[in-house]
C-alpha cells in the first residue's frame, strides 16, 4: 500500500490576540470530514454565542479537494479567505481554523480585517503544532544472539527509528523506516549480517514529524 505524505496539525491549539480593542479568540483542529469541521464550528458557537463573528476555513481531503471559508458578517473577503490563505499557505489539509471575534468598538478597515484574521490563523496554526505526515514501514528484523548487539548499535547509528526489541530465542528488532527506503533497508541488512537475518514487513502507517516554520530551515 502506498501512502501519500501531507501536512496537517498534531492537535487542538488555542491562540488569542488583542488588536485595537478587539478581541481574537483562534482554535485550530484536525478534522476528517467536512461533518466534523461543521460540528465543531457549531460548538464554538455555542460556547462563544456572545461573539461578534465566528470566520473560519478549513481543507479536507489528503489531495486538499475540500476548501471552504467563511467571513461569517465580516466583509466580503476580509475574514474567512485571509484564513484560508494561511493554511494554504502552510501547505496543510485536514484542518480547520476558526477565528472568533468579540468586537471592540473600533473599525480596523478592510486592510486591518485581512492582517488581523491572518495574523490569528497563523497563531492557531502555531498552537496546534504543524506536522508533516510521513508515509513509513514497520520492520521486523531477526538475528540470533552473537548478531543482536552488531545490528542494535549499527541501527542506533543510522537514519532509521528502532520502535522496540524482543528477547526470546533469538532477537527480534521492530524498526521504522520511511516508505521509500523499504528496498535500501532491506539491502543494508542483508549486507550488514551477511545474509543471516530474517527480515519481514510488518505494516504500513505514517509517522510525524513537525513541520518547519515560516522562514525556518527544513
Same mark, same amino acid.
Given at each position: 500500500? $502506498?501512502?501519500?505524505?501531507?501536512?496537517?496539525?498534531?492537535?487542538?491549539?488555542?491562540?488569542?490576540?488583542?488588536?485595537?480593542?478587539?478581541?481574537?479568540?483562534?482554535?485550530?483542529?484536525?478534522?476528517?470530514? +467536512?461533518? +466534523?469541521?461543521?460540528?465543531?464550528?457549531?460548538?464554538?458557537?455555542?460556547?462563544? /454565542?456572545?461573539?461578534?463573528?465566528?470566520?473560519?476555513?478549513?481543507?479536507?481531503?489528503?489531495?486538499?479537494?475540500?476548501?471552504?471559508?467563511? @467571513?461569517?458578517?465580516? *466583509?466580503?473577503? &476580509?475574514?474567512? =479567505?485571509?484564513?484560508?490563505?494561511?493554511?494554504?499557505?502552510?501547505?496543510?489539509? %485536514?484542518?480547520?481554523?476558526?477565528?472568533?471575534?468579540?468586537? #471592540? #468598538?473600533?473599525?480596523?478597515?478592510?486592510?486591518?480585517?485581512?492582517?488581523?484574521?491572518?495574523?490569528?490563523?497563523?497563531?492557531?496554526?502555531?498552537?496546534?503544532?504543524?506536522?508533516?505526515?510521513?508515509?513509513?514501514?514497520?520492520?521486523? $528484523?531477526?538475528? @540470533?544472539?552473537?548478531?543482536? #548487539?552488531?545490528? %542494535?548499535?549499527?541501527?542506533?547509528?543510522?537514519? /532509521?527509528?528502532?520502535?522496540?526489541?524482543?528477547? &526470546?530465542?533469538?532477537?527480534?528488532?521492530? =524498526?521504522?523506516?520511511?516508505?521509500? !527506503? #523499504?528496498?535500501?533497508?532491506?539491502?543494508?541488512?542483508? @549486507?550488514?549480517?551477511? !545474509?543471516?537475518?530474517?527480515?519481514?514487513? +510488518?505494516?504500513?502507517?505514517?509517522?510525524?514529524?513537525?513541520? *518547519?516554520?515560516?522562514?525556518?530551515?527544513?
Amino acid at each position: 500500500m $502506498v501512502l501519500i505524505p501531507y501536512r496537517t496539525v498534531r492537535h487542538q491549539g488555542r491562540a488569542e490576540t488583542d488588536i485595537r480593542r478587539s478581541r481574537f479568540l483562534t482554535f485550530a483542529a484536525p478534522v476528517q470530514t +467536512e461533518e +466534523e469541521a461543521e460540528a465543531f464550528i457549531q460548538s464554538r458557537r455555542k460556547e462563544d /454565542w456572545k461573539a461578534n463573528h465566528h470566520c473560519y476555513a478549513y481543507i479536507i481531503g489528503k489531495k486538499k479537494e475540500i476548501q471552504k471559508a467563511s @467571513d461569517d458578517g465580516e *466583509p466580503s473577503g &476580509t475574514a474567512g =479567505v485571509p484564513i484560508l490563505d494561511v493554511l494554504k499557505r502552510r501547505g496543510v489539509t %485536514d484542518t480547520l481554523v476558526i477565528v472568533t471575534r468579540y468586537f #471592540g #468598538g473600533i473599525k480596523l478597515g478592510a486592510g486591518g480585517l485581512i492582517r488581523a484574521y491572518a495574523h490569528s490563523a497563523a497563531a492557531g496554526l502555531h498552537a496546534a503544532e504543524v506536522i508533516d505526515q510521513i508515509p513509513s514501514t514497520l520492520w521486523k $528484523v531477526t538475528v @540470533d544472539y552473537h548478531l543482536s #548487539g552488531m545490528l %542494535d548499535n549499527r541501527l542506533r547509528d543510522s537514519p /532509521w527509528q528502532i520502535k522496540n526489541v524482543d528477547y &526470546t530465542d533469538r532477537v527480534t528488532c521492530h =524498526v521504522y523506516t520511511e516508505q521509500k !527506503a #523499504g528496498k535500501q533497508f532491506r539491502t543494508w541488512i542483508q @549486507d550488514l549480517t551477511s !545474509a543471516q537475518a530474517e527480515v519481514e514487513q +510488518e505494516e504500513e502507517l505514517y509517522l510525524s514529524r513537525r513541520a *518547519p516554520e515560516p522562514g525556518e530551515e527544513p
